[in-house]
């Protein structure tokens, strides 16, 4: 018999209970050292226990589980007797939530779910998707005004837009998000006329990504290897007056890798014979320190007696970021 599938979304665990239980189970650490506890993994390996021991009771409700810390997503074979389905359904959110006091909130069955920064919905008998983007996310993107190489503002629209492409499902949904994206750049200060070549650029790039085969990403993956094995690096802190990114590189060119009437740097040798493999220079830019470096103490070993007191939850990353369970 065939039965309709359902999606479900478990989430987020209540942070201040697997505080305490993750406490409890690795140890009494002080402040410090439970700062630099790999925690969500932790947490991973400390509720898979549990699901290690019920899930295997659900294979005929459960079709798909997927976790990532504290999200699931499941797929959930109704039973053909709508009341029979609510028992099993409630049966199975007791039963994820029998593990040492930790609450998980469900979404009720339906044929649509947010998952992560995805929506996911069945349709047919296929799933489309779609990005999922919070209500109250501002998208508060490097304005032009700040001071950053042109580099950042490029690479924003080349990884947004194939992120688009990778998850977005019809070509609809594609050219929603993207022209979203293009009027919260413009909202943020920018102007139309520098990022619509760039969000051109962005997008062939994205289509030709889709339309590569899994043996043309790893070719491509093993050209980028060796290309960073025959390249150098330059660090440089940013700075708006210092000489440009092509300043620099046509530098590189004349003085040192091809200089003009002198041998280049490739076909230089040293004294066992072997020439230099250096090919090309990258220049790796980074930022000066900001007000937030300046004043938000990140080395707590060298904190210093000037620095105010602060409170455990404020050295403490949250385990979760998640909402409390009800």
């Known amino acids: 018999t065939t039965t309709h599938k359902h999606s479900s979304k478990p989430s987020n665990l209540s942070s201040q209970t697997t505080s305490s239980n993750l406490g409890t189970h690795i140890g009494n650490k002080s402040p410090e050292q439970a700062?630099?506890?790999?925690?969500?993994?932790?947490?991973?390996?400390?509720?898979?226990?549990?699901?290690?021991?019920?899930?295997?009771?659900?294979?005929s409700n459960?079709?798909?589980?997927?976790?990532?810390?504290?999200?699931?997503?499941?797929?959930?074979?109704?039973?053909?007797?709508?009341?029979?389905?609510?028992?099993?359904?409630?049966?199975?959110?007791?039963?994820m939530q029998q593990w040492h006091g930790l609450e998980w909130e469900f979404s009720g069955l339906s044929q649509s779910c947010n998952y992560m920064d995805l929506t996911l919905t069945i349709s047919g008998r296929t799933i489309q998707s779609t990005l999922f983007e919070k209500a109250q996310n501002l998208y508060l993107y490097l304005p032009p005004h700040s001071s950053h190489p042109r580099g950042p503002l490029q690479s924003l629209i080349f990884g947004n837009i194939l992120r688009i492409h990778?998850?977005?499902?019809?070509?609809?949904?594609?050219?929603?998000?993207?022209?979203?994206?293009?009027?919260?750049?413009?909202?943020?200060?920018?102007?139309?006329?520098?990022?619509?070549?760039i969000f051109h650029k962005a997008t062939h790039n994205a289509r030709a990504y889709m339309q590569r085969t899994p043996d043309d990403h790893t070719h491509r993956q093993h050209t980028l290897q060796t290309k960073t094995d025959t390249t150098i690096f330059f660090h440089l802190k940013y700075h708006p007056q210092d000489p440009t990114a092509r300043d620099i590189q046509q530098a590189w060119q004349t003085t040192i890798a091809s200089p003009p009437n002198d041998v280049p740097l490739t076909q230089l040798t040293n004294v066992d014979g072997f020439s230099v493999p250096i090919q090309s220079l990258t220049i790796a830019y980074s930022r000066p320190l900001n007000l937030r470096n300046q004043f938000s103490v990140r080395n707590i070993e060298?904190?210093?007696?000037?620095?105010?007191?602060?409170?455990?939850?404020?050295?403490?990353?949250?385990?979760?970021?998640?909402?409390?369970?009800?």
């Not at 977005?168 to 929603?176: A, D, G, L, V, Y």
């Open 166 to 197: 990778r998850l977005c499902s019809t070509p609809n949904e594609i050219q929603k998000h993207s022209r979203a994206f293009f009027r919260r750049l413009i909202n943020r200060g920018h102007n139309s006329s520098t990022i619509t070549p």
């Open 35 to 59: 700062w630099a506890l790999p925690r969500p993994p932790w947490a991973t390996i400390y509720y898979a226990i549990h699901e290690n021991r019920i899930i295997p009771r659900w294979t």
């Open 302 to 326: 060298n904190r210093g007696s000037q620095c105010p007191p602060t409170s455990l939850d404020t050295l403490t990353p949250p385990i979760f970021s998640s909402r409390h369970g009800s």
């Open 62 to 95: 459960v079709l798909l589980y997927r976790r990532f810390i504290d999200d699931i997503i499941g797929i959930w074979v109704c039973d053909t007797c709508p009341e029979h389905n609510n028992t099993l359904w409630a049966q199975f959110k007791a039963d």
